[in-house]
DNA sequence: ACAAAAGTGTTGGAGATACACCCATGA
DNA sequence: TCATGGGTGTATCTCCAACACTTTTGT
């Protein structure tokens, strides 16, 4: 008997108005006194189901939402990742066989949060967006770790495709640049950084601009094609 | 019941004296007639096995080496992937449940065909080195384009250690700017190749140097550490 | 002596970096 | 009129690419 439990998580980051790089997780029950601790969004893949699709499933049903950026990018699987005590109270409130192991495949997701944001009752689950730097360290199962392999993924693919992918369709310049120095984490040239994008050839300037911007409105842009 | 056949699959690769890269392929036989098919080396994990270490003894069980270069760099996870005819001949020959699907996790491994080529009785089953270039289009499973795929992620992470991994642990500068070549498909400048390596201070010159050749003995060297 | 690969420096150009001031708007 | 972020060009420097001849060995 081989099988083995096949589950997907969703690192979901956005970028808030805050100009924070927050993720999102959801509260997991871990008994009947209301005792939760965070994780990430994630599921069980279904039987017959295509590992990617899953992924789309699974954060739809947790989301709402749909056509984001979406990128697997780790296995983990340590056999005893699901081990602990608190991990097991909670496997044994929701699945039929909490001892037996599970293997899990990550996704970054990559999302504008001003899509959320005025809905929050878009959530299937208890969620909340989490400031990166504000998580606890004490997430179920080895979830703390899949974030930050999910961050030093995105830091070494990071391009405008991608980073374009936290904002709103039509963006400023300043906005992409502050999603680009986060990632990064060092600060970049206004000038340089500029010219580089527009070299890149990706992004084109649309004749609107910001309004109601207590200084001079910048213009709006969208990613090509 | 959610549970799912979870193998590995190892794109072992190796650099002969001919210097081509090749890759190592087993024979399925898929009836009694001797007809067979070719497929990468792996096999299912087993239940609480780590998957590392599941790769590293699927690999040693075919090969019989060790400590070797091995990473993970994707899933393959189609619903669909081992349900062509002549997959399902072998699976039934093979597996209690063939029809159930099969998610695999990918690994690249690097060689020193060196190691190997003195006595191919080491592998324990049937196994070819093949060239890259002329593998058949027509392996077991998806195992074309998991051999593609690893070669792409090779190349988008190529580095000296790496690079060395295909090597005898002694080694001259050529043949590490050959593996250079034939992993980015591009020819190198012998001198830049030269100060790229010097600046990166991974490899040490040792006072050895070849013998035996009919030109101008090359210097050999060790990666640091 | 010849064939074959080893080994070795310099230069020019492209691309990256550093840097400061004026502009448009809301309050 | 002031505070705020938007928007723009140039000079310098660093890094990378291009390039050819001499050396050492076996035959």
Redesign the interface.
Known sequence: ??????SIDCVVLSFDKDQKLKVLLIKKYINSKNDYQFALPGD?????????C?AKRILKSLTSLENIYLK?F??F???DRTKNKKDQQWLKLYRKNPN??V?T?GYVALVNIADFLPKPSLFAVEAEWVELSAVSNQLAFDHNKIINDAVEFLKDNLDYKLATSMLPSKFTLSQLQIIFELLLDQKLDKRNFRKNIFKADHIIKTKEKQKGVPHKPAHLYVMKK
Chains 1, 2 share one sequence.
Do not use: F, S, T
């Open positions: 008997m081989n099988k083995i439990n096949l069980l893949l279904r039987i017959d189901e295509d590992v990617l899953g697997q780790a296995v699987g340590h056999p037996e192991r293997v495949i």
